[in-house]
T-cell receptor, first 114, second 111 residues
């Protein structure tokens, strides 16, 4: 398997623009997670899905952030409008639908909002 | 929520030295993983180890779940071991399938 795939790997945009990050989980995995890494806050969960349904979005910072999972093989994280403080590395991870299972992380998307 | 503390925050080693990284957590866990974040930012799974001991080459890990800590051992360190090591846990009682990360140990191995 190719592992968790994220695109783009790098994104530079200007404040106010819409940003869409994409993730393809490992085939057969039922859980999908979005994490964000910043210098100030470290690695933190934004939202996770189980069988394409959002389960916990308590980590989503504000209404400018939204995430969808239209099918088992694709998820998006959208920021609209983007702000400089959204600059971070965004990771997607997936795991099997069992209580004790490893989460596998994608390579991340490095976002810079100018 | 569950708290995760890692120590030391920074570590500088000479190539060939051994080291021990520690992770303390505040509650019972379903999942504990150790990651290495390399200089390119990739998070690489090292161990899935909610309890017990595992070894993979020069790396090994032990989790004592009853005492709520985990240790990562690096033997005969190499410059390629440099990077940040994260411990991440999933609390057992929260019903929440999400990892809480520690702040990491930044390791620098000098030639």
């Amino acid at each position: 398997d190719a592992g968790v795939i994220q695109s783009p790997r790098h994104e530079v945009t200007e404040m106010g623009q819409e940003v869409t990050l994409r993730c393809k989980p490992i085939s057969g995995h039922d859980y999908l997670f979005w994490y964000r890494q910043t210098m100030m806050r470290g690695l933190e969960l934004l939202i996770y899905f189980n069988n394409n349904v959002p389960i916990d979005d308590s980590g989503m910072p504000e209404d400018r952030f939204s995430a969808k999972m239209p099918n088992a093989s694709f998820s998006t994280l959208k920021i609209q409008p983007s702000e400089p403080r959204d600059s971070a590395v965004y990771f997607c991870a997936s795991s099997l639908d069992r209580t004790k299972e490893t989460q596998y992380f994608g390579p991340g998307t490095r976002l810079l909002v100018l | 929520g569950i708290q995760v503390e890692q120590s030391p925050p920074d570590l500088i080693l000479q190539e060939g030295a051994n080291s021990t990284l520690r992770c303390n957590f505040s509650d019972s866990v379903n999942n504990l993983q150790w990651f290495h974040q390399n200089p390119w930012g990739q998070l690489i799974n090292l161990f899935y180890i909610p309890s017990g001991t595992k070894q993979n080459g020069r790396l090994s890990a032990t989790t004592v779940a009853t005492e709520r800590y985990s240790l990562l051992y690096i033997s005969s360190s190499q410059t390629t071991d440099s990077g940040v090591y994260f411990c991440a846990v999933e609390g057992m009682d929260t019903g929440r399938r999400a990892l809480t990360f520690g702040s990491g140990t930044r390791l620098q191995v000098q030639p």
